[in-house]
C-alpha cells in the first residue's frame, strides 16, 4: 500500500503523462511539428504500422510531409491507461484519427481507429517518449489513403 506521499506522487506523474498524450494530439492538429518531436526523448522513436520506424531526429519533418498535406487532422485521445514503474512508464490508449484534405472535405478523408502503445522515460522533470507505437485496427483509405 502506498503512502500519502508516494500516492500524491503517482496521482501526479499519472496526470503528467496523460498530459502528454494529449499534447501530442493536439501538436499534430495545430500543425505544430516542432512541438510534437519536443515530446521525444532523444533516443526516442515513432513507429507506424505501416513498417515506418522513425527517431527523434526525423518526427518533425516525417509528420510534416504525412500530415502537412491535410487541412485539417483531428485526434482523440481516450482510454489512458498507465503503468508507471519509478522513471519509466508504459501507456495503452485509443486514438481516432480523422485527417481532411482542402479539397472535397466532405468526401476526401483518411480515417484511423486503433490504439497507441508507449513508452516513457522521465528527464528533467518531464515525461519523454522514448516509443511512441500506433496500431491501426480499422481504415476508411477509399479516397485519401495513408501518409506516405
Known amino acids: 500500500m502506498l503512502d500519502d506521499h508516494e500516492t500524491i506522487q503517482w496521482l501526479r506523474d499519472r496526470a503528467e503523462i496523460s498530459d502528454v498524450l494529449f499534447a501530442f494530439a493536439r ?7 516542432q512541438g510534437y518531436a519536443d515530446l521525444f526523448a532523444e ?3 515513432l513507429l507506424l504500422p505501416w513498417g515506418d520506424k522513425i527517431p527523434k531526429g526525423q518526427v518533425a519533418a516525417g509528420a510534416s510531409g504525412g500530415l502537412g498535406r491535410y487541412e485539417h487532422t483531428h485526434h482523440l485521445s481516450a482510454n489512458h491507461q498507465i503503468e508507471i514503474s519509478g522513471d519509466t512508464a508504459v501507456t495503452h490508449s485509443y486514438v481516432q484519427a480523422l485527417h481532411v484534405p482542402a479539397e472535397n472535405p466532405r468526401s476526401d478523408h483518411w480515417l484511423v481507429l486503433g490504439w497507441y502503445d508507449n513508452k516513457l522515460r522521465r528527464e ?6 522514448t516509443e511512441l507505437a ?3 485496427v480499422w481504415e ?3 479516397v485519401a489513403g495513408p501518409p506516405r
Request: charged fraction near 35%; glycine fraction near 4%.
Open 27 to 33: 501538436a499534430l492538429d495545430s500543425k505544430d511539428w
Open 43 to 45: 533516443d526516442g522513436h
Open 124 to 129: 528533467n522533470d518531464a515525461w519523454k517518449f
Open 134 to 136: 500506433l496500431t491501426s
Open 140 to 142: 476508411n483509405r477509399e
